[in-house]
């Protein structure tokens, strides 16, 4: 199946970023979505905490953590229409949804390279400081503690949908052609916005 506009965008993004991390040291990890370029291992997915079938594959989900019992995500997901958004919007509802990232050993191994000029590459099983060292790298599955949302709409649908939708605190609205644009100061800004740790000032 061929990517729409907004996965096409996202596959462009660096494999890492601090862009939602605020004054901390946390790095996020591009999860989804998986390059194209070459096989590479099946990318996390979002599970309900027991269940082994009630699970989601976001259009673009970015993991950090500075814990083994959680992690933190940051979900893009592409909506074409009012009908298709609702039906996004009750994946993530706060006061009904409890999520977990589920990620795969092959993927926690899978070397990327960290943004910027003269970037290290590293397994991710590293950068996300899960694991000792390369032999215990297992599977994991770990619960979501902040989760941000942020739907990407087209042009035309925009103005509907934003006077339409009364937005959660988890919750952002973007239109799709800027997902073109991360690197212009207006996206930038509005993406620090979105840090889960950028919510109280000491």
Same mark, same amino acid.
């Not at 409890?98 to 795969?104: D, G, S």
């Not at 619960?143 to 103005?159: E, I, K, M, Q, T």
């Given at each position: 199946?061929?990517?729409?506009?907004?996965?096409?965008?996202?596959? @462009?993004?660096? %494999? %890492? %970023?601090?862009? $939602?991390?605020?004054?901390? /040291?946390?790095? $996020?990890? @591009?999860?989804?979505?998986?390059?194209?370029?070459?096989?590479?291992?099946?990318?996390?997915?979002?599970?309900?905490?027991?269940?082994?079938?009630?699970? #989601?594959?976001? /259009?673009?989900? $970015?993991?950090?953590?500075?814990?083994?019992?959680?992690?933190?995500?940051?979900?893009?997901?592409?909506?074409?229409?009012?009908?298709?958004?609702? /039906?996004?919007?009750?994946?993530?509802?706060?006061?009904?949804?409890?999520?977990?990232?589920?990620? #795969?050993?092959? $993927?926690?191994?899978?070397?990327?390279?960290?943004?910027?000029?003269?970037? #290290?590459?590293?397994?991710?099983?590293?950068?996300?400081?899960?694991?000792? &060292?390369? +032999?215990?790298? %297992?599977?994991?599955?770990?619960?979501?503690?902040?989760?941000?949302?942020?739907?990407?709409?087209?042009?035309?649908?925009? /103005?509907?949908?934003?006077?339409?939708?009364?937005?959660?605190?988890?919750?952002?609205?973007?239109?799709?052609?800027?997902?073109?644009?991360? &690197?212009?100061?207006?996206?930038?800004?509005?993406?620090?916005?979105?840090?889960?740790? +950028?919510?109280?000032?000491?």
């Amino acid at each position: 199946m061929a990517d729409g506009p907004a996965k096409s965008a996202m596959r @462009k993004w660096p %494999t %890492t %970023t601090r862009i $939602w991390s605020h004054s901390t /040291d946390i790095l $996020w990890l @591009k999860a989804q979505p998986v390059p194209k370029d070459k096989p590479h291992p099946k990318g996390p997915r979002l599970v309900q905490p027991g269940s082994t079938a009630l699970s #989601t594959t976001p /259009d673009g989900l $970015w993991v950090a953590t500075d814990s083994v019992a959680y992690c933190d995500a940051v979900v893009v997901e592409a909506s074409s229409n009012q009908q298709n958004i609702r /039906d996004k919007r009750s994946r993530y509802a706060s006061a009904t949804v409890a999520l977990c990232v589920e990620m #795969t050993k092959p $993927w926690l191994l899978e070397r990327v390279k960290r943004q910027g000029k003269g970037g #290290t590459w590293s397994g991710r099983w590293g950068l996300l400081g899960l694991f000792a &060292n390369e +032999n215990e790298v %297992t599977d994991v599955c770990l619960p979501v503690r902040y989760l941000r949302v942020l739907y990407a709409v087209p042009r035309a649908l925009f /103005d509907k949908v934003a006077n339409s939708l009364a937005l959660e605190a988890h919750e952002y609205l973007v239109g799709e052609p800027r997902l073109n644009q991360r &690197n212009s100061q207006i996206v930038q800004e509005f993406f620090r916005r979105m840090s889960p740790y +950028n919510r109280s000032l000491r």
